[in-house]
């Protein structure tokens, strides 16, 4: 983990908050740990929760995949404005909006009394996850730039410690026998309630605002080098996104087990994920990042492989853990190198790329679920070893980084 220090920001990012007091660097860092984690719990807890999902709905893999599309396409159209949105209420603010529409719609995801009252709801949940996501990304990687230190991927470490727990806490409220609507009731109160007090130590202006580079913000397709950062983060998207929807149905529906030892296997995929992140600043310091990049593919398809030929329970466990551990660096390099590339604010770089990778998961659902209507799931999973694959072949067009060898 990245060591921490007391001093605070630069003069150019010396920003009061709104108690009047400075952000210091090391408070920053920690409410930006606490906000990816909180995403993490929620984005674990809606995981296992998915095969509830289906069975309360009485979906078919086919449906089922058109309401994960729904989710994909509410996170898409709001990458179209995620950036103005950030540049007119700041980072702080924006983060407190989306982790109430997220929580509020996660609460409401099993009370609806049909599919079709659902899928607006999941559209709004989308949307919500999207700009979260671009706004704790464009956080960290202000917080990288001014501390001068690598800390990417300690922060979305902190996002997959936050989805192991949720997916492990979800098991036990289900062995517990809590009733779904009340766990997932709770989690949205608790992530509303989470959010809002993290985000009080975060920035509470970057210094590209301060600037005045709002006109930088507004959403535009990406293009060179953008463009093919994009298409990357589109294979390692198109991958993990998967392994979060389909791990827990593949492990109970396949490989035939009971629902709270098949959250295990999210469980493994996000700490195994967790502890290479937790690690990978370090690495990404000793290393090229795009060694790491096509070491880290190679292994993912590999192990997905042996999962999908085998159909053994350990080796899902053992595979899973090892998929995690290769896309874990995936995310926090090329969100990363972003930003590196001039001419636009840190925000709409990553809502820019961000909306070709998230096009894997619009495209990941309907393919699944119309591979798993026709050959089964096993088949249809087939998806991850490809994207991890096509990261693998890619990495070699990522630009060098200051932090890398």
Known sequence: MARETTRTL???????????????????????????????????????????????????????????????????????????????????????????????????????????????????????MSLFD???????????????????????????????????LAALLIRLHWPAGLQLAAVGLLI???????????????????????GAAHFSWPRGRLLVLGLLIFAAMSAEGAMYDWSVLYLKQEVLLPQNQAALGYAAFAGAMAVARL?????????????????????????????LLTGHPAVALLGYALIGAGLALSAPILYNASTRVPGTTRAAAI??????????FLLGPPLIGALAQGFGLSWALCVVVLGSALLAWGARFVPASSHGG
């Open 279 to 307: 690690l990978g600043d370090r690495l990404r310091e000793r290393h090229a990042e795009a060694l790491l990049l096509k070491v880290g593919g190679g292994l993912s398809a590999l192990a997905m492989s042996l999962v």
């Open 134 to 168: 671009v706004a704790i990304n464009t956080e960290g990687s202000a917080l990288e730039a001014l501390g001068s230190q690598a800390i990417m991927s300690n922060l979305h470490g902190s996002f997959s410690l936050g989805g192991m727990a949720g997916a492990a």
């Open 351 to 360: 809502a820019a790329v961000t909306s070709v990778g998230y096009s894997g």
């Open 10 to 128: 630069p003069a150019a990012a010396r920003l009061p908050a709104r108690s009047g007091a400075p952000t210091s660097l090391a408070g920053a860092r920690w409410a930006a740990r606490a906000q990816f984690a909180a995403l993490g719990l929620l984005s674990g807890v809606w995981g296992v929760h998915i095969p509830t999902v289906k069975q309360q709905y009485g979906l078919s893999e086919a449906w089922l995949s058109l309401l994960l599309l729904t989710v994909a396409l509410g996170a898409v159209l709001s990458l179209l404005v995620a950036g103005r949105v950030i540049a007119r209420l700041g980072v702080r603010r924006a983060t407190r909006l989306a982790a109430i529409l997220m929580g509020s719609m996660l609460t409401l995801a099993l009370q609806w009394p049909a599919l079709g009252w659902m899928l607006p709801s999941m559209l709004l949940f989308g949307a919500a």
């Open 192 to 214: 509303a309630c989470w959010v809002s007090l993290a985000a009080r130590g975060m920035l509470a202006r970057h210094p590209q605002e301060a600037a005045g580079e709002a």
